[in-house]
Nanobody, 115 residues
């Protein structure tokens, strides 16, 4: 059974940093692209960044140059380093993987950027 668990969210001031972590189990982790999504309150969930098993990364335009996605294929974890945070980065952040043609989601971790 696929299981994703996010951690690392919290309250941070504008300009601050956070590092999110997602631990995955139930899949051959190194073979799958891992995704980070976020969902601001009252808005649709959006893709923030993803990373292939080989380490190729893609980012939403809104976070390019500020966020960095990485992964550890030994410990089955994916990370999202978020720098220069802005109030508009506030939302619930979710780890996601598509496995056997269906999406799996963690429960999410809340990020709040506020002074």
């Amino acid at each position: 059974q696929v299981h994703l668990v996010e951690s690392g969210g919290g309250l941070v001031q504008p300009g601050g940093s956070l590092r999110l972590s997602c631990s995955a189990s139930g899949i051959n982790f190194r073979l799958y692209t891992m995704n980070w999504y976020r969902q601001p309150t009252g808005k649709q969930r959006e893709l923030v960044a993803n990373i292939t098993g080989g380490g190729a990364a893609n980012y939403a335009d809104s976070v390019k140059g500020r966020f960095t996605i990485s992964r550890d294929n030994v410990w089955n974890r994916v990370f999202l380093q978020m720098n220069s945070l802005k109030p508009e980065d506030t939302g619930a952040y979710y780890c996601n993987v598509h496995y056997h043609n269906r999406p799996y989601w963690g429960r999410g971790t809340q990020v709040t950027v506020d002074s």
